[in-house]
């Protein structure tokens, strides 16, 4: 079974960082490009971020472009969110999301780890 | 970036009713689009892809249809389990946007 377990969310100050982990099993990880999804309260989704199988392709948001940034180890099966400068408008449940093999649609999706950002 | 519309944002229908979701793009998408059912508090579920092709485990009453930018989801014969939100997204070119969202409810 494809599970997909995010953690690191929390609160923060404005201008803090977290760092959120997605730990992936029950699928072989390094083949498949992972992405990071986010949900603001009472909101609709938001494509944050993507990772190809080995980085080299590697897109963002115009919204976090510059403070967040993706990466991942596949010898851990590890996807990654490192975010910076953050604001109040970040307040967000983070999904990750794996990506099939054929498109840059999400089939699989994580429980979520919500991050709230304020003083 | 490619703007999905979708429309209504809110459905009012009953058990049994046939529904239909459109989506719409500010360009051609081709075919490439996808379609998720979110419930409160759980995380979006995926539905169809590539427009029309149900992904597997999901329910034949749920299918999907047209290319370029208009788009529908329809839904057969609602059932319980369908009240939910849904969304769309393009995932012809980044970065991959969804739509705002439809809530179908009783």
């Known amino acids: 079974e494809v599970q997909l377990v995010e953690s690191g969310g929390g609160l923060v100050k404005p201008g803090g960082s977290l760092r959120l982990s997605c730990a992936a099993s029950?699928?072989?990880?390094?083949?498949?490009?992972m992405n990071w999804v986010r949900q603001a309260p009472g909101k609709g989704l938001e494509w944050l971020s993507s990772i190809s199988t080995d980085d080299t392709y590697i897109f963002y948001a115009d919204s976090i472009r510059g403070r967040f940034t993706i990466s991942r180890d596949n010898a851990k099966n590890s996807l990654f969110l490192q975010m910076n400068s953050l604001r109040d408008e970040d307040t967000a449940v983070y999904y990750c999301a794996r990506a099939p093999l054929r498109g840059y649609y999400f089939d699989s999706w994580g429980q979520g780890t919500l991050v709230t950002v304020s003083s | 970036d490619i703007q999905m519309t979708q429309s209504p944002s809110t459905l009012s229908a009953s058990v049994g009713d046939r529904v239909t979701i459109t989506c719409r793009a500010s360009q051609s998408i081709s075919g490439w689009l996808a379609w998720y059912q979110q419930k409160p508090g759980k995380a979006p579920k995926l539905l169809i892809y590539?427009?029309?092709i149900l992904e597997s485990g999901v329910p034949s009453r749920f299918s999907g249809s047209g290319s370029g930018t208009e788009f529908t989801l329809t839904i057969s014969s609602l059932q319980p389990d369908d009240f939910a939100t849904y969304y769309c997204?393009?995932?012809?070119?980044?970065?991959?946007?969804f739509g705002q969202g439809t809530k179908l409810e009783i």
């Open positions: 029950g699928f072989p990880f390094s083949p498949y490009s």
């Open positions: 590539k427009a029309s």
């Open positions: 997204q393009q995932f012809n070119s980044v970065p991959y946007t």
